[in-house]
């Protein structure tokens, strides 16, 4: 039997899948001062904008599924251990320009925490393996401009 704090975050989850994309209903779930924390990439989410990373999330990876490995309920806390599903096929966008799709599949690791007040979120933060991510995406850190640029900086 889900607790409802269990039953609110898997409604999210629900909502935000590649299949179904209720992009409002992921929304409506949420505080009126909610906040959907995306700490790996240190971006925050508020009001009309709550929906953003479920939109991007559909283009980039359009059959987005979220396979959930373990859930641990403590109160109006939830903490799960997931897997980000789905196969590049939009295109990501970068400070640098747009990286075209290439087909990859993927499979991120991820550990989410939400917290839940009166049976709304409160709050949620996503810690995505982003550099699992890049990789997946077929992007190499530049570890040799790195060493250059801290090299030159010590000098």
């Known amino acids: 039997m889900a607790t409802d704090a269990e039953g609110v975050v898997r409604a999210a989850y629900h909502a935000a899948e590649g299949s179904v994309l209720d992009v409002q209903g992921f929304m409506d779930l949420f505080t009126e001062d909610g906040v959907f924390n995306n700490v790996v990439a240190g971006e925050s ?3 009309e904008h709550l929906g953003d990373l479920v939109v991007f999330m559909g283009t980039f990876a359009p059959d ?3 396979e959930l490995h373990r859930f641990h ?3 109006g806390t939830v903490a799960v251990e997931l897997t980000i599903e789905g196969t590049f096929t ?5 400070p640098a320009g747009v990286i075209q799709p290439t087909g990859a599949k993927l499979s991120i690791p991820t550990a989410d925490f939400w917290y839940v007040e009166d049976g709304k979120i409160k709050e949620f933060n996503c810690y995505v393996g982003l550099s699992v991510m890049l990789a997946q995406l077929g992007v190499q850190p530049d570890f040799a401009s790195a060493v250059t640029a801290s090299t030159a900086a010590a000098n």
Do not use: S
């Open 90 to 94: 939009g295109p990501f966008e970068t």
């Open 45 to 47: 989410y508020r009001g």
């Open 73 to 75: 309920v403590m109160g």
């Open 64 to 66: 987005v599924h979220r």
